[in-house]
């Protein structure tokens, strides 16, 4: 029997889909993060209480082994989260690989999604986007992404909570600039449903302004294009490779696709330059 990934709402529960509730009625067991939560989820869905494990970020990974036994002995096991789909900024992500690699099958029943309905509600674009989760919260690794996400051309949608928010738009701000447009989404689907839109100078000053509550979604326009590399830029790019050891040809590669330019016009100054 297989693994199922069940989507559940993100904060009304009336998003809750006839197909997942048939999912949650037809397992043996549920792995969930928090069995209350979980319970009054069965509750309104009037599906009678099923053997429940909990699955979190502390007790995934020994969890597998028992959910790996009951999958062999024919069980079928559904998977939820507190709200939206397991495995994104969820547990299940190792749970489903230990099931893949086990050689069971993994169902999905689709819910609805933080992510997509911020990004779709923020105003920015939405044909190609990056999904970036959390933010490391300290250190080398939170600037290096904050340098990636500065850089991205497509629109960024990040999570955060809500005691952490100011710092983090106040950090994109610095990194991003304080004009780069964005929507900040709180409470999405819920009684108190928010959205902000504007730059991120604007946003770290809304969010001085009030404590805010729930969870929240940062939709971050993309990165503008960058100006074209002028004839002073390629000149310094491809001496500074032919001084690193490069052959005008392989200069020539790095610096075209480094600048975005020719290759041929990068090569023409190699080969002047070197000779």
């Given amino acids: 029997m297989p693994l199922v990934l069940v989507g559940?709402?993100?904060?009304?529960?009336?998003?809750?889909?006839?197909?997942?509730?048939e999912a949650l009625a037809g397992a043996d067991a549920i792995c969930c993060e928090d069995t209350r939560r979980?319970?009054?989820?069965?509750?309104?869905?009037?599906?009678?209480r099923r053997p429940l494990v909990v699955v979190n970020d502390h007790t995934e990974v020994a969890a597998i082994a028992g959910v790996l036994e009951r999958l062999a002995r024919g069980e079928r096991v559904a998977v939820v989260s507190d709200a939206g789909m397991p495995?994104?900024?969820?547990?299940?992500?190792?749970?489903?690989?230990?099931?893949?690699?086990?050689?069971?099958?993994?169902?999905?029943?689709?819910?609805?999604?933080?992510?997509?309905?911020?990004?779709?509600?923020?105003?920015?674009?939405?044909?190609?986007?990056?999904?970036?989760?959390?933010?490391?919260?300290?250190?080398?690794?939170?600037?290096?992404?904050?340098?990636?996400?500065?850089?991205e051309r497509r629109t960024t949608v990040l999570y955060e909570a809500p005691?952490?928010?100011?710092?983090?738009?106040?950090?994109?701000?610095?990194?991003?600039?304080?004009?780069?447009?964005?929507a900040v989404?709180?409470?999405?689907?819920?009684?108190?449903?928010?959205?902000?839109?504007?730059?991120?100078?604007?946003?770290?000053?809304?969010v001085a302004e009030r404590e805010p509550r729930g969870e929240v979604a940062i939709v971050l326009e993309g990165a503008p294009a960058p100006l074209p590399a002028g004839d002073a830029d390629v000149e310094a790019a491809v001496q500074a490779r032919l001084e690193a050891g490069d052959s005008p040809r392989d200069a020539a590669a790095t610096v075209a696709a480094a600048l975005g330019v020719p290759r041929r016009r990068a090569y023409e100054v190699a080969v002047r330059r070197r000779g």
């Fill in 8 to 21: 559940t709402p993100i904060g009304n529960l009336s998003d809750l889909s006839p197909r997942a509730v």
């Fill in 87 to 151: 495995g994104i900024s969820d547990p299940g992500e190792r749970l489903v690989r230990a099931a893949v690699d086990a050689g069971h099958l993994v169902e999905v029943v689709p819910g609805p999604s933080a992510a997509v309905t911020a990004l779709v509600a923020s105003g920015l674009a939405a044909g190609r986007y990056a999904f970036e989760g959390f933010l490391p919260r300290k250190g080398s690794g939170r600037s290096a992404r904050l340098l990636e996400v500065a850089g």
């Fill in 38 to 48: 979980t319970g009054r989820l069965l509750q309104h869905a009037g599906v009678e």
């Fill in 185 to 206: 989404a709180r409470e999405l689907t819920k009684l108190h449903e928010e959205m902000w839109r504007g730059s991120l100078s604007g946003a770290c000053a809304w």
């Fill in 163 to 182: 005691h952490r928010l100011a710092r983090t738009l106040a950090d994109l701000a610095a990194a991003c600039g304080p004009d780069r447009r964005v």
